[in-house]
């Protein structure tokens, strides 16, 4: 049974940090791709970066750039979304999510599993 745990998220004020890990169990973790992901009620889910399953190309949002960081731990089976200076806007329920053999595809269909997402709340 594939199961993809994030943890991490919280509440945070405007400018400060996060870092959401995502632990995987049930599946060979390093050959897939994982992507971040976040929702607001009423919105679609949007993309927020991917790693490639080989570790080697890491795309992000434009959102994303230059303030999240993406990486990953094989060993552990986990996946990290390091999010810095952090806006309101970034309030959203993050998840994780896995794709086999995957790249750094921004299409949430592509992926084979989700988490359950954890709450990332910024006040102003």
């Known amino acids: 049974q594939v199961q993809l745990v994030e943890s991490g998220g919280g509440l945070v004020q405007a400018g400060g940090s996060l870092r959401l890990s995502c632990a995987a169990s049930?599946?060979?973790?390093?050959?897939?791709?994982m992507g971040w992901f976040r929702q607001t009620p009423g919105k679609e889910r949007e993309f927020v970066g991917a790693i490639s399953w080989t570790g080697r190309n890491i795309r992000y949002a434009d959102s994303a750039k230059g303030r999240f960081t993406i990486s990953r731990d094989n060993a552990k089976k986990t996946v990290y979304l390091q999010m810095n200076s952090l806006k309101p806007e970034d309030t959203a329920v993050y998840y994780c999510a896995a794709d086999l053999y995957g790249g750094i595809i921004g299409n949430e269909k592509t992926y084979d599993y989700w988490g359950q997402g954890t709450q990332v709340t910024v006040s102003s």
């Open positions: 049930g599946l060979t973790f390093s050959n897939y791709g």
